[in-house]
Each structure stands twice: as C-alpha cells, then as structure tokens.
C-alpha cells in the first residue's frame, strides 16, 4: 500500500503516557503496531478498500469484529470483542454548512495498547483529541483516551442542545407578542431536529451506561466514575430534548390558536361590513334599475337626498350593532 495513499486515509498518533504524543507516517504506525510498547492511535476512513483489506488482514482483530466496524450502518452501543471495548457512537455534525441533526458516526476499537477509530466524515472532537495530544494535555492511557473522547462528543453535543433550547424560548416570547406563519416553519424545524437528535443519544445513553459497568483493565474506577457523570449528563441532555420538543409542540398549539383567533376576527369585521353594505347595496341596485317611476328621477335634489338616507342608514345599522355589542 503507497505511503501517500495511506497518510490521506489515516491519523497515527503514539501516546507518550504523559499526554503528549508523536504523529506518525503510516509505515512507523505499522511497525508500532506490530510491537505496540506504548499506546497507539489509528484513525482510518471506513469507506476506502485499503483500510477494509488492511482492517481484516492486519488489525489483529477476529473477523466478526471487523464486520461490525466495517459496517455501512450502525446504532450507538458498546460490546466487549477481542480482549478490547468496541464502540458505536453519533457526534452532532458542526462541520460548516451541514445540519448538527445530521450525526456523523464514530466507531471504535479500545484495547490495552490500541485505538481504532473508523469514521467518514470530519468529526470536530477528534479535531480537539489531536490538538489536546499536541499541547501535552491529552490522554495518557487507551482508557483516558476513551473517556476523554466521550466527553468531548459531549461538550459538542450540549452546545447545540443549549441552543436549541435557547430557539424555543424566543419561540415562546414571539408567539406572545406576534403570531406569523413563518414561526410555524421554525417549530416544525425545531421538532425536526429533536426527534433526529434523540434518535440516537437516546441509544447511546444505553451504551454510556453499559460502558460505565464494563470491568476491564482498560478502566480504572476514575475513569468508572467520570462515565458515570458522562451517562448523567447524556441523560440530562435526552430530557432536554424531549422537553424541547415538548414546549415546542405547546408553542405550535399556541401559534394555530392565536392565527385561528386572527383570522376569526377578520371574517368577523367582514361580516359586520357585509351586514352594513348589504341593505344599502339592495337599495342602491333598486333604484339602479332601468324603469319608469324611480323616485326623484326628475328632481335635482335626488342624488343627494339617496346619499343623505344611505348614510343615515348605514349610521343606523352601526348604531344597531354597537348596541348589540356585536362589535
């Protein structure tokens, strides 16, 4: 396989176990790999042919895992294969011009000495993972790698949930004061959002826990405890997103209630303007019609005495309806 070809499929890291590390070209990553002494971070694109054949001939791993990794779909879970955790996650998608709902999957192999991380497209917090090894500030272990990258996708995550929940409450503040037809374009976007956004932290909120139980050497009881607060906080956030999408349904109900209510009173002016002209509309056609005998036909003082009873009815219709406390 061509160095160049590999370099523009992979991501090498060698953690130095104090949290710096060193990128590596891919043949070091392979001779690494061969006798790992120290943590070794391999991030591969999924979708190429070389890193599938190099996946099943190369990576060490049993065939079935290497089926699971490779798949073209998957669900957020997390099972124990080949000694190692394997992990299936979503990240919010931040990458510019695309929808945050539109998750971008992560998988992962964890191992004492080995990270796989498979993926298709950029993922910000991998971004952040490799500039925190940059600064010496990075994981020290497999596990610290593991934990730290969950709480990375998570500090993704809530940011957009923040301001999703943000959206709806200037939603609920503009519904109170103005009621408009785009705001329904808004709900239904906000809703839209929530229900793909839950679709899957909901499942992996299920794999953080099952994470958080696993008893591996890969884990130490910190890093146990830290999964445990990453499953709360990803449970708080499911709960957000449920309510969000809740008020959001209340804010619609609002909305449909204040445009049915406007469009009522409307119709209702109209039918009070259709009452008034209606009468005088009758009169003005009878005495349109083209017969002998229409009264003041001869007069010079005919137009203005119809004038004068048109307004004096239609005064009349107007008082008879503030009266009725029609309107």
């Known amino acids: ?27 070091q990553a392979v001779s690494q790999h061969v006798d790992a002494k120290a943590s070794l971070w391999l991030h591969l694109n999924y979708s190429q042919p ?10 060490g791993l049993s065939a079935l895992t290497v089926e699971a990794l ?16 394997m992990l299936f996650l979503r990240a919010v998608n931040l ?7 539109d998750m971008v999957s992560l998988r992962l192999w964890v191992g004492e000495k080995r990270i796989y991380t498979l993926g298709l497209r950029k993922l910000l917090s991998l971004d952040d993972m490799r500039e925190s090894i940059h600064q010496g500030m990075g ?21 957009v949930i923040e301001d999703l929940y943000d959206l ?13 037809h785009q705001q329904r374009g808004q709900i239904a976007s906000i809703r839209r959002q929530t229900i793909a956004l839950r ?9 953080l826990n099952r994470l958080s139980s696993e008893r591996t050497v890969i884990l130490t009881d910190e890093h146990h405890l830290r999964l445990r607060e990453a499953f709360d906080r990803l449970t708080r956030f499911v709960e957000d997103l449920d309510a969000a999408r809740e008020r959001a349904g209340v804010v619609h109900e609002s909305l449909i209630s204040n445009l049915t ?67």
């Not at 070389?50 to 990576?59: K, L, R």
């Not at 934990?147 to 809530?158: I, K, S, T």
């Not at 005495?287 to 003041?296: A, C, F, K, M, T």
């Not at 009815?313 to 009725?324: C, M, N, S, Y």
């Open 1 to 27: 396989m061509a160095e160049e070809t590999m370099d523009e499929l992979t991501n090498c890291w060698l953690l130095d176990g104090s949290g710096g590390g060193n990128k590596l070209i891919w043949e």
């Open 50 to 59: 070389e890193v599938q054949e190099w996946m099943v001939e190369c990576s």
């Open 70 to 85: 490779l798949q073209v779909e998957t669900r957020p879970r997390c099972v124990m294969a080949d000694g190692g955790l």
């Open 95 to 101: 990458n510019p011009g695309a929808d945050p709902e």
């Open 139 to 159: 994981p020290e272990t497999t596990g610290d790698f593991l934990v730290q990258l969950v709480e990375l996708l998570l500090d993704r995550a809530g940011v």
């Open 168 to 180: 709806v409450d200037q939603l609920e503040e503009s519904v109170l004061l103005v009621s408009s």
């Open 199 to 207: 679709r899957f932290l909901a499942p992996q909120r299920e794999a």
């Open 261 to 327: 209510e406007q469009t009522n009173t409307r119709m209702y002016v109209l039918a009070i303007i259709s009452a008034i002209f209606l009468p005088l509309s009758f009169l003005t056609g009878l005495l349109g019609i083209n017969v002998g005998g229409i009264p003041g036909a001869d007069s010079p003082l005919g137009f203005a005495v119809v004038t004068l009873s048109i307004i004096v009815i239609a005064g009349g219709l107007w008082a008879f309806f503030r009266w009725r406390d029609w309107f």
